[in-house]
């Protein structure tokens, strides 16, 4: 059984800059920082399937506001007035922001469906007939709409 693992840790992320403040202004004055985002990406490659398995953390209230900020509204995701196509939402864009290329062509990937943890989502995606491979490129822009 032939199994590759890559990790992808802090994908789309925004660092942190405090607002300058005048040296005349009081050492205690509160200075605004701009929070980060995180999400986590496992891909494991599955020889005897000839599939990628493809997992990925991402806090809800984040996807919620990427969402919200595509105009499909509020998913309430985890909640029993959870939105009936968040799935359908939620896989149309993973598939705009996450692509793979294995040797130089990129692969079509199926959304398998989610599950909610307290503050996150974990989001499934699978690679059918992928024949073992030299080079695989990833391009993962989750949660950079929040730039």
């Given amino acids: 059984m032939t199994h ?3 990790s992808i840790y802090l994908t789309g992320i925004l660092s942190v800059f ?3 403040t ?3 202004e009081p050492l205690n004055t509160q200075i605004e920082v701009h929070p980060f985002y995180v999400s986590i990406c496992q891909i494991d490659y599955n020889g005897d399937n000839q599939s990628l398995e493809i997992s990925m953390k991402i806090f809800i209230d984040d ?3 990427i969402m919200e900020k595509e105009g499909v509204g509020r998913l309430y995701l985890g909640e029993l007035k959870e939105n009936k196509e968040s799935d359908k939402y939620i896989s149309r864009y993973l598939a705009q922001q996450f692509k793979i290329k294995v040797d130089g062509q990129e692969k079509p990937l199926e959304y398998l469906g989610k599950e909610t ?3 996150a989502v974990w989001c499934y995606l699978e690679g059918l007939n992928i024949s073992p491979f030299s080079s695989v ?3 993962n822009s989750i949660l950079m709409d929040h730039i």
Avoid: G
């Fill in 117 to 119: 943890d307290v503050d």
């Fill in 4 to 6: 590759f693992l890559i």
């Fill in 137 to 139: 490129e990833i391009r």
């Fill in 63 to 65: 996807i919620e506001e």
């Fill in 18 to 20: 405090p607002l300058q």
């Fill in 22 to 24: 005048s040296p005349k």
